[in-house]
């Protein structure tokens, strides 16, 4: 059973720019959610896909988006960067079978705006 | 906001039972305590929950006080590589939600 993985590690992007993270979620997991989370904070949920549809949203402008595939991978995007959105964004996924309201959550992908 | 309070950081010496203390005064009958931790630079980790009942599991103990305002995490015997922030979370029962309400949460120092 593989755990979350997200992609890239790390990137630098220049403000204005247009990013797209990756995520695969853990195997048999339905449910996605993305969380942002700046340096010396606790995470923010910024959004949850289920079934290919965002069904949760926290409190993110609308150039945060996100998809959710068939096979509940997920991608997180973000337009016209700013610098405070440099940060570790997190994917997490949770669901299937056994379903105890855990959270397995992916290593992040760091991302840098200059 | 978070509807928890912890203290910024907290020392343990290696072996010793790591105590972690959570308020959640305003916390609602439908409500579940969950911890969870963040390991330097990775994504955190669920350590265990709670509604009422004190639970236990191999990574930890939570006992829930009787009104459920407050909350306490053990580790019993904490090693180096619990160094770590540990976050006390409430999050309503039904689980059609992933959204966890973060605050910053203890930090952890284990020493040798």
């Known amino acids: 059973e593989t755990g979350v993985t997200q992609s890239p590690t790390h990137l630098i992007k220049t403000r204005g720019q247009q990013v797209t993270l990756r995520c695969s979620s853990q195997?048999?997991?339905?449910?996605v959610s993305w969380y942002q989370q700046a340096l010396g904070q606790g995470p923010q949920f910024i959004f949850q896909?289920?079934?290919?549809?965002?069904?949760g949203r926290g409190n993110f402008p609308p150039r945060f988006s996100g998809l959710q595939f068939p096979n509940y991978s997920s991608e997180l995007n973000v337009n016209a960067l700013e610098l405070d959105d440099s940060a570790l964004y997190l994917c997490?996924?949770?669901?299937?079978?056994?379903?105890?309201?855990?959270?397995?959550f992916g290593e992040g992908s760091r991302l840098t705006v200059l | 906001d978070a509807k928890t309070t912890q203290p910024p950081s907290m020392d343990c010496a290696e072996g010793r039972a790591a105590n972690l203390p959570c308020n959640h005064s305003?916390?609602?009958?439908?409500?579940?305590v969950y911890w969870y931790r963040q390991i330097h630079s990775q994504g955190p980790q669920y350590i265990i929950h709670?509604?009422?009942n004190n639970e236990t599991n191999e990574m930890a103990s939570l006992i829930i006080t009787e009104d459920r305002k407050s909350s306490t995490l053990i580790l019993p015997h904490a090693t180096l590589r619990d160094t770590a922030v540990y976050y006390c979370?409430?999050?309503?029962?039904?689980?059609?939600?992933?959204?966890?309400?973060f605050g910053t949460g203890t930090r952890l120092q284990v020493f040798p």
């Open positions: 709670g509604l009422k």
């Open positions: 997490a996924s949770s669901g299937g079978l056994a379903n105890t309201g855990e959270l397995f």
């Open positions: 195997s048999g997991h339905n449910t």
């Open positions: 305003t916390i609602s009958g439908n409500e579940y």
């Open positions: 979370i409430v999050r309503p029962r039904a689980y059609n939600t992933d959204k966890l309400i």
């Open positions: 896909y289920y079934r290919e549809e965002e069904n």
